[in-house]
């Protein structure tokens, strides 16, 4: 069965740090990118970040570029997301999803399965 569960989201100041985690499991890690997408409230979910089964490739929304980067430990089956200079629109539910081939961009209908998310929540 595959899972994903998300850990490390929380309030946090505008300026500040995050280090979200995607720990994976189920499925053959390095053979499936991996991507972070976000929900505000009242707003359709966009894609953040994704990184190839290998480790090898990365994708940022323009959003983030610059702040946030994508890394995974295939020894531990996690993806994280590192996030820092947090804005305010930056406040959303994060997901990590499982995609189903190896490299991919961060296209929704290109992921599978999809973990609970964690919130995000970025203070004036």
């Known amino acids: 069965e595959v899972q994903l569960v998300e850990s490390g989201g929380g309030l946090v100041q505008a300026g500040g740090s995050l280090r979200l985690s995607c720990a994976a499991s189920?499925?053959?890690?390095?053979?499936?990118?991996i991507g972070w997408f976000r929900q505000a409230p009242g707003k359709k979910r966009e894609g953040v970040s994704c990184?190839?089964?290998?480790?090898?490739?990365?994708h940022y929304a323009d959003s983030v570029k610059g702040r946030f980067t994508i890394s995974s430990d295939n020894a531990k089956n996690t993806v994280y997301l590192q996030m820092n200079d947090l804005k305010l629109e930056d406040t959303a539910v994060y997901y990590c999803?499982?995609?189903?081939?190896?490299?991919?961009?961060?296209?929704?209908?290109?992921?599978?399965?999809w973990g609970q998310g964690t919130q995000v929540t970025v203070s004036s």
């Open positions: 189920g499925f053959t890690f390095d053979d499936y990118a």
């Open positions: 999803a499982v995609a189903n081939k190896a490299n991919t961009a961060i296209e929704e209908h290109e992921y599978a399965y």
């Open positions: 990184i190839s089964g290998s480790g090898s490739t990365t």
